[in-house]
């Protein structure tokens, strides 16, 4: 089944505790993307990823840190959260058609920053 | 700032009717906008999508408006069915970027 899978689905940590949402898509796709999304503001981008050891800015990327080191994979790392960063995230996933950009989203991960 | 807007959180729509969900831009430069459509407790799923060269795009029940000058977006769909009940998010994307709106709950009543 193709599908984009995040783990954890929900996260409560504290102040500072470096963490990693994992995300993984088994469609080869090149393209991955990370958001969060909160109440009032809809979903915002984090950071993309064009293909392996391509990574660049989102809209919101302070805070957050990512890498590609393999194509299925895309982490989202928080190496001192905050509690501003106690949202809903999602990774996404979408083959690069030149066409539109039909993105696949994972479940998401709640977080809680304490 | 909000590059995307959707101005109405939520929308009523009797079964059978016509629901329109709007959106509005501000950035020019966007090349492509999309409807999303998100259950709770799961992640979004795309509806329709449209290019900025475009006015019109359709796919069976869910149509898609952009009025250029108006930077203006909406999505109709025909006929609503209880099933469509869900939040709706509005983006645009500039080159790799994606924009989201705030999102529509539409409640669709048998």
């Known amino acids: 089944e193709a599908q984009v899978t995040q783990n954890p689905r929900y996260l409560i940590t504290v102040t500072g505790k470096k963490l990693t949402v994992t995300c993984s898509q088994n469609?080869?796709?090149?393209?991955m993307s990370w958001y969060r999304q909160d109440p009032g503001l809809g979903l915002r981008q984090i950071y993309y990823s064009m293909n392996v050891e391509v990574t660049d800015k989102g809209d919101v990327p302070e805070g957050y840190k990512v890498s590609r080191k393999e194509k299925r994979n895309f982490p989202l790392i928080l190496e001192s959260p905050s509690p501003n960063q106690t949202s809903l995230y999602f990774c996404?996933?979408?083959?690069?058609?030149?066409?539109?950009?039909?993105?696949?989203f994972g479940p998401g991960t709640r977080l809680t920053v304490t | 700032d909000q590059q995307v807007k959707q101005n109405s959180p939520s929308l009523s729509v009797q079964e059978g009717r016509i629901s329109i969900l709007n959106c509005d831009y501000t950035n020019s430069m966007f090349d492509y906008f999309l409807w999303y459509k998100k259950y709770p407790a799961e992640g979004p799923t795309f509806l329709i999508s449209i290019s900025s060269i475009k006015d019109k795009n359709e796919d069976g029940r869910f149509t898609v408006f952009l009025n250029k000058s108006a930077k203006h977006l909406s999505l109709h769909i025909v006929p609503s069915q209880p099933g469509d009940s869900a939040v709706y998010f509005c983006a645009a994307s500039e080159g790799n970027q994606f924009y989201f709106g705030t999102g529509t709950s539409l409640t669709v009543i048998p």
């Open positions: 469609m080869n796709h090149e393209y």
């Open positions: 996404a996933s979408s083959l690069r058609t030149g066409y539109s950009y039909e993105q696949y």
